[in-house]
């Protein structure tokens, strides 16, 4: 028996494979999960260069710009329609009081007429509720006296007047509540988009925030390289303004001239030195939008407050201040006249010669002087 034992083979272990299996159908199943993700997954987008990021912060605080004269438009609105309102409220109390005024007269006569037995006892019924519809039975009518007539005829003018006045202030009332939600609605377009030049600029590295100063320098060197040339224009046409003038009155041998438009000159640079003046004293204050002074201005407050000091009363926003006065050309700006940019004409500035202006920039800057060709320029008025 041992000698069998000696000839049984040994025993091997069998592998044990599926283990292995398992793990390489989770490594596949991984990677196709992967590859999967990889192929779905939104692109990164890659980060905006530094121009780019200047004109969106550009038409971003140009479009709160425009937002800002929506708001100024809308407010002016509300506030002009809030006072309707209220006189067409008080105009309707003034003549429901007058009303019941004559409401009581009335009753009195018709009262004085049933203590003598002129009129049926039911007739005081009608009389408390509605005094015309009473007295407009003819046998009533012809024992009045004319002054109760005519009490009557004014109670008729009064009512309708009284009705009228309430329809009219029901619709005013309405006219207010969409001026209102104008107003509401472009603040918050304000806020949008300052929020989100905002947000742009906050994303920015030093290095980047360097380089956008740099290229705001640049913008700003040829804004005024520009003034100066039209400086130079300018003071070129008035020495040639000035001989041809001196060469007239040396012709005519008076040394006076004709003084055609004399009074009227002087008059406008006695009105564009007091605007002037005054926007002088304003800069450095914030540019705040919807602001009208005296702390911080958006670009028509400080225009319209400038020309205020002149005497010279402007309208609240750009689009309408654009309306006022004579149009001039770029090459014939005087001092004090407005200057209007965009297309949408959303900003406005004070020409104080030389190519150069005085104007509420925009947010997060202050009153200041600067080029008018630092901005696209769409025209330009003489307000007086």
């Known amino acids: 028996m041992p000698a069998l034992a000696s000839h049984r083979k040994p025993r091997t272990r069998r592998a044990r494979t599926t283990p292995v299996v398992g793990l ?6 991984s990677v196709t999960l992967l590859s999967t993700q990889s192929a779905t997954a939104a692109p990164t987008e890659p980060k905006p260069g ?6 969106k912060v550009d038409a971003l605080y140009r479009q709160a710009g425009t937002a800002t004269q929506q708001y100024n438009k809308a407010k002016t609105a509300s506030a002009e329609q809030r006072s309707e309102v209220d006189a067409l409220l008080e105009a309707a109390a003034k003549r429901a009081d007058k009303l019941n005024e004559t409401r009581r007269e009335l009753g009195s006569y018709a009262a004085a007429q049933y203590r003598s037995g002129s009129i049926a006892p039911t007739a005081t019924f009608f009389l408390a509720d509605d005094p015309q519809s009473y007295f407009d039975q003819d046998q009533l009518m012809a024992r009045m006296t004319s002054q109760q007539q005519k009490a009557v005829a004014d109670f008729r003018t009064q009512q309708k007047e009284a009705a009228e ?5 029901t619709k005013s009332l309405e006219t207010l509540t969409k001026s209102q939600a104008a107003l509401r609605t472009s603040k918050q377009q304000v806020q949008t988009k300052l929020t989100e030049a905002r947000s742009l600029l906050s994303k920015l590295t030093a290095e980047e925030k360097a380089r956008l100063a740099d290229l705001e320098r640049k913008k700003e060197a040829e804004a005024e390289r520009k003034a100066e040339e039209l400086a130079r224009q300018q003071a070129a046409a008035q020495k040639e303004q000035a001989e041809d003038t001196a060469e007239e009155e040396a012709g005519t041998g008076t040394g006076s001239g004709t003084g055609t438009g004399t009074g009227s000159d002087s008059g406008y640079a006695s009105k564009a030195e007091k605007v002037l003046a005054f926007a002088r004293a304003q800069i450095g204050k914030p540019y705040v939008w919807g602001a009208t002074g ?3 201005y958006d670009c028509s407050g400080l225009t319209q407050a400038a020309w205020k000091n002149a005497g010279v009363d402007l309208p609240r926003t750009t689009w309408d201040q ?4 004579t149009r001039v050309a770029t090459a014939n700006l005087r001092p004090g006249d407005l200057v209007f940019f965009y297309d949408d ?10 190519g150069m202006m005085i ?15 630092y901005m696209p320029i769409y025209g330009s008025v003489r307000p007086a």
């Not at 390489?24 to 199943?29: D, G, M």
């Not at 004409?345 to 030389?354: A, C």
């Not at 104007?359 to 060709?373: C, F, L, Q």
């Open 24 to 29: 390489t159908t989770v490594a596949l199943a």
């Open 50 to 55: 530094i121009e780019e990021v200047q004109k």
């Open 165 to 169: 006045k309430r329809v009219e202030a």
């Open 294 to 296: 005296p702390s911080s």
């Open 322 to 325: 654009v309306e006022v006065g």
């Open 345 to 354: 004409i959303s900003h406005v500035g004070i020409y104080k010669g030389d």
């Open 359 to 373: 104007h509420a920039p925009k947010p997060g800057a202050n009153v200041r002087e600067e080029s008018i060709y």
